[in-house]
C-alpha cells in the first residue's frame, strides 16, 4: 500500500502534494479509474473502505434471515434456489472484503468492527422475517433496492470496487427475478397463500424504501461521494427511480403497496409517495430493531465458534511451511 | 462391458429430468424395481442436503460458508434428479417424496441422519459420504439404466471435489492444533460406527443386479479412498462396533423425525399448494 505522507511545511513536498491532487482531481473529472498504487486523499481511502466494508457486512449479515428458512422452504426447487442465493452472498461478502483489502484495511481488522459494533450493516437486515412470503419480498423489495442502489456503482471510480460490482449486479438481478417469481407463484395459489404474500409485502415496503438512506437534505456523506464519483445519484434520485420500477411489477403481482399517497404524477413523469416514518429508521439505525441484537449475536458466535477451526488451519500451514522449508 | 446407451446430455439436471418424466412430452418412466432402488439413494442425498443447509451463515469462515453450501446444493441436486425418476414410476413428483412421506417410508442409510455435530464432526462424515457416493456414481455411471447412468455421471465429477474438500480439511484438523485433533477423533468415533450400513444388503438393488451397484462391492473402493486419507491424517480406524443400521429398510435414528418435521412443516401445513 502506498504510505499517507505526514504533512509537511516543506515547500517543495507541498508542491509535489498539490500536484498529486490535482492528478487525482483530473481522473475522477475524466471519468478515469482510480486503481490500488495511485495516490489517493487519505479521506476517498477512508470514505471507501467505509462504504464497501458497510457493503460486504449487509451482504454476511444478511445470509441470516434466508439461511433461517433453507431448511424450511415448501419445494425442492425453492430450497434449491434459496441455497445457491445465500451462497452468492457469502461469495459477494467475500469479493468486497478482497476489494476493500486493497485500500490496506484487512478483513480481520473489517470483521473486529462489524463483531464490536463499531461498523454498520444495511439496517434492512434488522427486520425480521417470520414468513416464507420474507422470502419474496426480500428478494423483489430488499434485492430491488439494492439493484437501484448497486447498479451505478458499476461506475464507481474506485477500480476494484466498480469491478466487482458488476459481478455482483448480475447476480442481484437473478436475486430480485426470484423474489418476484416466489410472490407471483403464492399470489396464483391458494387464499391462504395470497394473504401471506400481501402480509408480507405490507412489512416490507417502507423499509425497503428506506434502504436508499434519508432524505438527500439530512444525508452528510452523500455530496463528497458524489464528487468523488464513488456515488452517482442521490438518495431521492434513486428512492424515486425504485419506486417507479416496482408500481407496474406490484401491478403484474396483483398485490397492494401499503401507500395511500402512491399515485402516478403525470406533470412530474413520477410516482408520488408518501411520507416515510424516518423517526423508525433512525430508531432501528441505532440498534432498536427487531432483530439488530439477534443478527450480531448469531455473527458474532459462528465466528467465535469457528476460531478454533481457524486456529488449526494457521497452525497446519505454519507446520506445513516449516517442513517445506527443513526439506529443502 | 460395453457402454450402456446414454441418455443426451440434457437429461442431466434436474429439471431436464422432470421435463424428461412429466408431461405431455414424456419421455422416461422409471420401471417399479428400479424406482425402489433410486428412492434409497435420492433419500440418502435429501437428507445430507437438508443437514448441510443448516451450516450456511454459520460456518468458521466465509470460504466455508461457500463451500458447504455448494457441496449442500450439489448434494440436494442428486437428490431431486433420483427423486424426480423414482417418482416417474408411480406419478409422484420430487416433492410429493420428499414432503409427503412419513419417517418409515423414508429409506435413507443412517448416516445421512447423523446431527452436524461441530465442524470437524461434519467433516468426518463428509470424508466418508464423501469417499462412499464416489465409489457408487463411479459403478453407478456403468448402470444399464440410462438415466442412472446419467445422473451418475454428472454426480461423479461433483462429489470428487467434495472428497478433495473432506480431505484437506480431515488432515488439517487433524494435525493443527491440540483442540482439533481432539475434536476430529471424536468426530471419527461418532461417525465411524455408521460406516458398515452403507455396505449392507440393500433388498431394492438386490431386485435390480444390472441397474444398481451392488453395496458389498462399494467397500473395497471406499476403503482405498478413505484409508489413505485417516493415515496422511495420523488417524485409526476406530475400533467401536458397528451399529446395526436398516435403514433401507426403513429402520431409522431418532435424528430423523425432527429433521423431516422441520424439512415438511410448510408443505404439509398448505397441501396441494404450487410454491
Same mark, same amino acid.
Given at each position: 500500500?502506498?504510505?499517507?505522507?505526514?504533512?509537511?511545511?516543506?515547500?517543495?513536498?507541498?508542491?509535489?502534494?498539490?500536484?498529486?491532487?490535482?492528478? %487525482?482531481?483530473?481522473?475522477?473529472?475524466?471519468?478515469?479509474?482510480?486503481?490500488?498504487?495511485?495516490?489517493?486523499?487519505?479521506?476517498?481511502?477512508?470514505?471507501?473502505?467505509?462504504?464497501?466494508?458497510?457493503?460486504?457486512?449487509?451482504?454476511?449479515?444478511?445470509?441470516?434471515?434466508?439461511?433461517?428458512?433453507?431448511?424450511?422452504?415448501?419445494?425442492?426447487?425453492?430450497?434449491?434456489?434459496?441455497?445457491?442465493?445465500?451462497?452468492?452472498?457469502? &461469495?459477494?461478502?467475500?469479493?468486497?472484503?478482497?476489494?476493500?483489502?486493497?485500500? &490496506?484495511?484487512?478483513?480481520?481488522?473489517?470483521?473486529?468492527?462489524?463483531?464490536?459494533?463499531?461498523?454498520? /450493516?444495511?439496517?434492512?437486515?434488522?427486520?425480521?422475517?417470520?414468513?416464507?412470503?420474507?422470502?419474496?419480498?426480500?428478494?423483489?423489495?430488499?434485492?430491488?433496492?439494492?439493484?437501484?442502489?448497486? #447498479?451505478?456503482?458499476?461506475?464507481?471510480?474506485?477500480?476494484? /470496487?466498480?469491478?466487482?460490482?458488476?459481478?455482483?449486479?448480475?447476480?442481484?438481478?437473478?436475486?430480485?427475478?426470484? &423474489?418476484?417469481?416466489?410472490?407471483?407463484?403464492?399470489?396464483?395459489?391458494?387464499?391462504?397463500?395470497?394473504?401471506?404474500?400481501?402480509?408480507?409485502?405490507?412489512?416490507?415496503?417502507?423499509?425497503?424504501?428506506?434502504? %436508499?438512506?434519508?432524505?438527500?437534505?439530512?444525508?452528510?456523506?452523500?455530496?463528497?461521494?458524489?464528487?468523488?464519483?464513488?456515488?452517482?445519484?442521490?438518495?431521492?434520485?434513486?428512492?424515486?427511480?425504485?419506486?417507479?420500477?416496482?408500481?407496474?411489477?406490484?401491478?403484474?403481482?396483483?398485490?397492494?403497496?401499503?401507500?395511500?399517497?402512491?399515485?402516478?404524477?403525470?406533470?412530474?413523469?413520477?410516482?408520488? %409517495?408518501?411520507?416515510?416514518?424516518?423517526?423508525?429508521?433512525?430508531? #432501528?439505525?441505532?440498534?432498536? &430493531?427487531?432483530?439488530?441484537?439477534?443478527?450480531?449475536?448469531?455473527?458474532?458466535?459462528?465466528?467465535?465458534?469457528?476460531?478454533?477451526?481457524?486456529?488449526?488451519?494457521?497452525?497446519?500451514?505454519?507446520?506445513?511451511?516449516?517442513?517445506?522449508?527443513?526439506?529443502? | 462391458?460395453?457402454?450402456?446407451?446414454?441418455?443426451?446430455?440434457?437429461?442431466?439436471?434436474?429439471?431436464?429430468?422432470?421435463?424428461?418424466?412429466?408431461?405431455?412430452?414424456?419421455?422416461?418412466?422409471?420401471?417399479?424395481?428400479?424406482?425402489?432402488?433410486?428412492?434409497?439413494?435420492?433419500?440418502?442425498?435429501?437428507?445430507?442436503?437438508?443437514?448441510?443447509?443448516?451450516?450456511?451463515?454459520?460456518?468458521?469462515?466465509?470460504?466455508?460458508?461457500?463451500?458447504?453450501?455448494?457441496?449442500?446444493?450439489?448434494?440436494?441436486?442428486?437428490?431431486?434428479?433420483?427423486?424426480?425418476?423414482?417418482?416417474?414410476?408411480?406419478?409422484?413428483?420430487?416433492?410429493?417424496?420428499?414432503?409427503?412421506?412419513?419417517?418409515?417410508?423414508?429409506?435413507?442409510?443412517?448416516?445421512?441422519?447423523?446431527?452436524?455435530?461441530? %465442524?470437524?464432526?461434519?467433516?468426518?462424515?463428509?470424508?466418508?459420504?464423501?469417499? /462412499?457416493?464416489?465409489?457408487?456414481?463411479?459403478?453407478?455411471?456403468?448402470?444399464?439404466?440410462?438415466?442412472?447412468?446419467?445422473?451418475?455421471?454428472?454426480?461423479?465429477?461433483?462429489?470428487?471435489?467434495?472428497?478433495?474438500?473432506?480431505?484437506?480439511?480431515?488432515?488439517?484438523?487433524?494435525? @493443527?492444533?491440540?483442540?482439533?485433533?481432539?475434536?476430529?477423533?471424536? @468426530?471419527?468415533?461418532?461417525?465411524?460406527?455408521?460406516?458398515?450400513?452403507?455396505?449392507?444388503?440393500?433388498?431394492?438393488?438386490?431386485? #435390480?443386479?444390472?441397474?444398481?451397484?451392488?453395496?458389498?462391492?462399494?467397500?473395497?473402493?471406499?476403503?482405498?479412498?478413505?484409508?489413505?486419507?485417516?493415515?496422511?491424517?495420523?488417524?485409526?480406524?476406530?475400533?467401536?462396533?458397528?451399529?446395526?443400521?436398516? @435403514?433401507?429398510?426403513? #429402520?431409522?435414528?431418532?435424528?430423523?423425525?425432527?429433521?423431516?418435521?422441520?424439512?415438511?412443516?410448510?408443505?404439509?401445513?398448505?397441501?396441494?399448494?404450487?410454491?
Amino acid at each position: 500500500m502506498p504510505a499517507e505522507d505526514p504533512p509537511t511545511a516543506d515547500p517543495a513536498a507541498a508542491a509535489a502534494e498539490a500536484a498529486r491532487l490535482a492528478a %487525482f482531481d483530473a481522473l475522477i473529472a475524466d471519468d478515469k479509474r482510480i486503481e490500488p498504487t495511485d495516490w489517493m486523499p487519505p479521506a476517498y481511502r477512508k470514505a471507501l473502505v467505509r462504504q464497501m466494508s458497510q457493503h460486504a457486512h449487509s451482504e454476511i449479515i444478511g445470509m441470516q434471515p434466508e439461511g433461517n428458512w433453507i431448511t424450511r422452504a415448501p419445494s425442492l426447487k425453492r430450497k434449491a434456489i434459496l441455497m445457491a442465493k445465500v451462497q452468492d452472498e457469502a &461469495g459477494h461478502g467475500l469479493y468486497l472484503y478482497s476489494a476493500a483489502e486493497t485500500l &490496506g484495511t484487512t478483513r480481520d481488522e473489517m470483521l473486529d468492527a462489524l463483531h464490536s459494533g463499531k461498523a454498520k /450493516y444495511s439496517s434492512i437486515f434488522n427486520y425480521l422475517a417470520p414468513s416464507w412470503a420474507d422470502m419474496g419480498s426480500i428478494g423483489w423489495l430488499v434485492d430491488g433496492a439494492a439493484i437501484a442502489n448497486q #447498479v451505478p456503482l458499476c461506475r464507481a471510480s474506485y477500480g476494484p /470496487y466498480g469491478r466487482a460490482m458488476v459481478r455482483i449486479c448480475k447476480e442481484e438481478s437473478f436475486h430480485q427475478r426470484q &423474489g418476484f417469481e416466489i410472490l407471483l407463484a403464492l399470489m396464483n395459489g391458494t387464499d391462504e397463500q395470497r394473504a401471506m404474500a400481501q402480509e408480507s409485502v405490507n412489512r416490507w415496503y417502507a423499509p425497503a424504501l428506506m434502504m %436508499f438512506g434519508p432524505p438527500d437534505a439530512e444525508s452528510p456523506n452523500s455530496r463528497q461521494s458524489m464528487a468523488w464519483k464513488i456515488k452517482r445519484f442521490s438518495n431521492d434520485e434513486l428512492r424515486q427511480r425504485f419506486v417507479d420500477m416496482i408500481v407496474p411489477q406490484a401491478e403484474i403481482l396483483g398485490i397492494t403497496l401499503p401507500d395511500p399517497d402512491l399515485r402516478w404524477n403525470s406533470e412530474r413523469g413520477h410516482h408520488d %409517495f408518501g411520507e416515510l416514518d424516518w423517526a423508525e429508521f433512525q430508531d #432501528v439505525l441505532h440498534g432498536n &430493531g427487531q432483530a439488530n441484537s439477534l443478527r450480531l449475536a448469531k455473527r458474532r458466535a459462528a465466528h467465535a465458534e469457528g476460531e478454533w477451526v481457524r486456529e488449526a488451519a494457521r497452525a497446519y500451514a505454519e507446520r506445513t511451511a516449516t517442513s517445506e522449508r527443513m526439506a529443502s | 462391458m460395453p457402454n450402456p446407451p446414454q441418455p443426451s446430455s440434457a437429461v442431466l439436471t434436474p429439471e431436464a429430468i422432470a421435463a424428461s418424466v412429466t408431461g405431455q412430452d414424456a419421455t422416461v418412466r422409471a420401471a417399479d424395481d428400479v424406482a425402489r432402488y433410486a428412492l434409497g439413494l435420492g433419500d440418502d442425498a435429501l437428507v445430507l442436503a437438508q443437514r448441510l443447509g443448516s451450516w450456511i451463515a454459520s460456518a468458521p469462515e466465509l470460504e466455508e460458508d461457500v463451500a458447504l453450501g455448494n457441496i449442500a446444493l450439489d448434494t440436494l441436486g442428486h437428490a431431486r434428479s433420483l427423486l424426480t425418476y423414482a417418482g416417474s414410476a408411480w406419478d409422484q413428483t420430487e416433492d410429493d417424496l420428499a414432503y409427503f412421506r412419513d419417517e418409515a417410508d423414508f429409506r435413507c442409510r443412517q448416516i445421512f441422519e447423523r446431527p452436524n455435530g461441530d %465442524f470437524a464432526c461434519t467433516i468426518v462424515r463428509q470424508l466418508v459420504v464423501s469417499a /462412499y457416493f464416489t465409489a457408487l456414481y463411479r459403478g453407478l455411471a456403468e448402470s444399464t439404466d440410462a438415466t442412472l447412468a446419467a445422473i451418475a455421471a454428472k454426480a461423479v465429477k461433483e462429489v470428487a471435489y467434495h472428497l478433495d474438500h473432506a480431505s484437506l480439511w480431515t488432515v488439517r484438523l487433524a494435525l @493443527g492444533t491440540e483442540e482439533s485433533r481432539r475434536r476430529t477423533l471424536t @468426530g471419527l468415533e461418532a461417525v465411524w460406527p455408521f460406516v458398515d450400513e452403507l455396505f449392507a444388503a440393500d433388498p431394492a438393488a438386490d431386485a #435390480v443386479p444390472d441397474a444398481a451397484v451392488a453395496p458389498a462391492g462399494l467397500r473395497e473402493p471406499f476403503d482405498a479412498l478413505v484409508l489413505p486419507v485417516l493415515a496422511r491424517a495420523e488417524l485409526e480406524v476406530p475400533a467401536a462396533p458397528a451399529l446395526r443400521g436398516g @435403514g433401507r429398510l426403513g #429402520v431409522h435414528s431418532e435424528a430423523l423425525g425432527p429433521l423431516l418435521a422441520e424439512m415438511q412443516v410448510l408443505a404439509r401445513r398448505h397441501p396441494g399448494a404450487v410454491w
